[in-house]
């Protein structure tokens, strides 16, 4: 089955530095990757997403790039803020015809520290 | 439109006991999956319906089922509880022939 790791576990930064999370998937057959970001005892919420389709894709402070080829995806968030701490998670789905079952990696702790 | 919602928000049971989590799905959408989430383990994906039939599964042993309603609800059974189900249970919804997936609060299960 499709396996996903994430990279680094923990991230702490500057408010105001980029942060940067990569992820790495198994299966080529994967079409779709999104990101989560979930705060201590809430929901994880999408924040952006990424087909195989497209390369890059941008949302004001964040944005994700995807390397098929390599079979990598990265999240990039610019001008961190101390509301950007959360831990954030990658998946990866579509593998076998799965296109509704998310393979999550294990997570980032950001921190954004003011 | 309300978001996914999930009941109890909260459960303590006993080993050997069993439960049943319940998940409304945000209107209009007809899929509804379900997800374990642990410190160890991360988010590990249980099993996925849509319009009452089971269309994906996880690698979780057969003491975790579900089934989902006419009305796209969907519940989870967990039977013969284990130490090792503590967990927050999430389940997420997704409109049709779209991937993007919204969960729910989640059901915090712990036991005793």
């Known amino acids: 089955g499709e396996n996903v790791e994430q990279h680094p576990s923990t991230l702490s930064v500057q408010e105001g530095d980029s942060a940067v999370i990569k992820c790495t998937y198994s299966d080529s057959a994967s079409n779709y990757f999104p990101w989560y970001k979930q705060e201590l005892g809430k929901r994880p919420q999408l924040i952006i997403d990424i087909r195989s389709n497209v390369g890059e894709k941008k949302d004001q402070r964040i944005a994700v790039t995807l390397n098929k080829t390599a079979k990598h995806f990265s999240l990039h968030i610019t001008e961190t803020q101390p509301e950007d701490s959360a831990v954030y998670f990658c998946?990866?789905?579509?593998?076998?015809?799965?296109?509704?079952?998310?393979?999550f990696g294990k997570g980032t702790l950001l921190t954004v520290n003011p | 439109k309300a978001g996914v919602t999930q009941t109890p928000r909260y459960l303590i049971k006993t080993r050997g006991q069993q439960v049943t989590l319940s998940c409304s799905p945000i209107s209009g959408h007809r899929s509804v999956s379900w997800y374990q989430q642990t410190p160890g383990q991360g988010l590990q994906f249980l099993f996925e319906?849509?319009?009452?039939?089971?269309?994906n599964k996880g690698n979780f042993p057969g003491r975790f089922s579900g089934r989902q309603f006419s009305n796209s609800r969907s519940e989870m059974n967990v039977s013969t509880l284990e130490l090792g189900d503590s967990a927050l249970y999430l389940c997420a919804s997704n409109p049709d022939n779209y991937n993007e997936q919204f969960f729910g609060p989640g059901t915090r299960l712990t036991v005793l």
């Open positions: 319906y849509f319009s009452e039939t089971q269309r």
């Open positions: 998946a990866a789905s579509g593998a076998g015809g799965s296109n509704y079952k998310l393979t």
